[in-house]
Each structure stands twice: as structure tokens, then as C-alpha cells.
């Protein structure tokens, strides 16, 4: 009904607060995504699981080595959800403009 419920950004640019990350892959051709949001009425749908197949669909049939993401620490569920997607927890990254609390960085090798 032309309504956005949702949206995810995808991206070649790696965050400056990415480059000391030890990633399990070279940083080459990668996907990063940096948002990832659902309206909060159309939450608990599985739309935020088609944007993610999606996402990797697109970066698989492109020949990206992985896909890589940050989550906010105290957001378990986000955690959770990219575990169950099958991303690998790194490491914590600050965006201190952001939160005093660190992020977690997720990459999925393809």
C-alpha cells in the first residue's frame, strides 16, 4: 500500500572504527550493511528476515567473500538474530558519539 515498513543499507564503505577489527576474511570485497529497521508495527513479521535474505542473496550472486555488521551490545535480541543467521561475533567497537557502551562486530563468510 506504498507504506515503508522497513529498510537496510548496504554498502562497500568500511567504518574508520572497522579498520582494526580482526575480520575472518581480507578486506577486499566485502558487504556491510549499516542499518538494518523494521516500523515497529510491522516488528515480529519476518520482514526483517526477508531484508537479510535479500541482503546475502545479493551479496553471494555478487561474489562478495563476506558480509559484515555491527550491533549495539545491550541489544540482545539483534545478537541473537545474526548468531541464528549463522554471523560470527568478533570483536567491540565504540562510536562514542553514539553510546558509552560498545558494539558488536558479525561477519558472515560466504
Known sequence: KNQIIGIIVLTEIEDIEYKKVKWLTKSCKNLYIHRLAIHPNFQGKG??????????????????????????????????????????????IYFLNQSEYPFYCYELVL
Open 47 to 92: 520482514f526483517a528476515h526477508q531484508l537479510m535474505d535479500f541482503a546475502e542473496k545479493f551479496a553471494k550472486d555478487t561474489n562478495y567473500a563476506s558480509i559484515r555488521l555491527d550491533t549495539f551490545s545491550k541489544n540482545k535480541r539483534n545478537q541473537l538474530f545474526y548468531e541464528l543467521r549463522g554471523y560470527k561475533k568478533l570483536e567491540e
